[in-house]
C-alpha cells in the first residue's frame, strides 16, 4: 500500500493529510492503521520518528467521527497516554492537524499546568484526551475525569514511562478502563515489565515492528 488514500481512510482524513502535504505513509503507518481499522488490538515496536502519532492517530479519529452526540461531562472517548509533557503536546498538535474544522475536540493533561484549568476543561468532557498517567491519576482521585467511556486507547512510548517510574500509575489505569475497547500499545523495547502491561491491556494483540530508519 503505498499511499494513505489506499488504507480505507475518511475522506476529512485524506483531506487534512492532503493539507499538511502528507500522501506517504511510514512503514509502521502502513502497517498498523489497517489493523487498526479492522478493530484489532494492536502491539508495534518501533523508535521515536517513525511515524507512530499517526499510525494510532489516523484510525483512532477514523472511528471517532462515527460516535453520536457529545462526550458525556468529565469524560473521554479516547485516551492516549504518553510519558511526557513534551510528547503529549506534541501528539495533540498532530491530532488537531487531523481534526481541524470538525466537530472532534482534543484535550491534554500533564504536569507542571493549572490543575483547575484542566479540570474545567474536562468537566465539558472531550473526545480525545491526551494525558501523562501521572497528572491523569491526579485527576481521577479529584473525580475530575471519569474513564468508564473510554473506547479506544493508545500508549505511546510505553518503556519511557516504565523508565520515569509509572509502573505503578499505569497498572491503576488499566483496571479503570472498560475492556470492551481498542488497545494501540506502543514501545521501542521488549523488556518483561512491557510484556507484563500488554497482558493486562490487550487483548489478542497483532504485532508489528519496524526498525528506524
Given at each position: 500500500m503505498s499511499e494513505f488514500q489506499s488504507l480505507g481512510l475518511a475522506a476529512s482524513l485524506i483531506e487534512a493529510l492532503n493539507?499538511?502535504?502528507?500522501?506517504?505513509?511510514?512503514p509502521i503507518?502502513?502497517?498498523?492503521?489497517?489493523?487498526?481499522?479492522?478493530?484489532?488490538?494492536?502491539?508495534?515496536?518501533?523508535?521515536?520518528?517513525?511515524?507512530?502519532?499517526?499510525?494510532?492517530?489516523?484510525?483512532?479519529?477514523?472511528?471517532?467521527?462515527?460516535?453520536?452526540?457529545?462526550?458525556?461531562?468529565?469524560?473521554?472517548?479516547?485516551?492516549?497516554?504518553?510519558?511526557?509533557?513534551?510528547l503529549v503536546n506534541q501528539i495533540a498538535d498532530s491530532l488537531r492537524v487531523l481534526t481541524t474544522g470538525g466537530h472532534l475536540r482534543v484535550a491534554t493533561v500533564?504536569?507542571?499546568?493549572?490543575?483547575?484549568?484542566?479540570?474545567?476543561?474536562?468537566?465539558?468532557?472531550?473526545d480525545i484526551?491526551?494525558?501523562?498517567?501521572?497528572?491523569?491519576?491526579?485527576?481521577?482521585?479529584?473525580?475530575?475525569?471519569?474513564?468508564?467511556?473510554?473506547?479506544h486507547l493508545v500508549l505511546d512510548e510505553a518503556d519511557q514511562m516504565l523508565d520515569l517510574g509509572f509502573i505503578h500509575a499505569l497498572r491503576r489505569i488499566s483496571q479503570l478502563v472498560p475492556e470492551d475497547r481498542q488497545t494501540l500499545f506502543f514501545s521501542a523495547t521488549m523488556p518483561k515489565q512491557i510484556q507484563?502491561?500488554?497482558?493486562?491491556?490487550c487483548r489478542n494483540p497483532v504485532k508489528v515492528s519496524v526498525t528506524p530508519e
Open positions: 493539507r499538511a502535504a502528507l500522501t506517504e505513509p511510514t503507518q502502513s502497517q498498523a492503521i489497517p489493523l487498526a481499522l479492522a478493530g484489532h488490538d494492536v502491539l508495534g515496536l518501533a523508535q521515536t520518528g517513525t511515524g507512530k502519532t499517526f499510525a494510532f492517530g489516523l484510525p483512532l479519529i477514523h472511528h471517532l467521527l462515527s460516535a453520536q452526540g457529545k462526550p458525556a461531562p468529565k469524560s473521554a472517548r479516547a485516551l492516549i497516554l504518553a510519558p511526557t509533557r513534551e500533564v504536569g507542571g499546568q493549572s490543575i483547575n484549568r484542566q479540570i474545567g476543561v474536562l468537566s465539558k468532557g472531550t484526551l491526551v494525558a501523562t498517567p501521572g497528572r491523569l491519576i491526579d485527576l481521577m482521585e479529584r473525580e475530575a475525569v471519569l474513564l468508564g467511556s473510554v473506547t507484563e502491561l500488554v497482558g493486562k491491556y
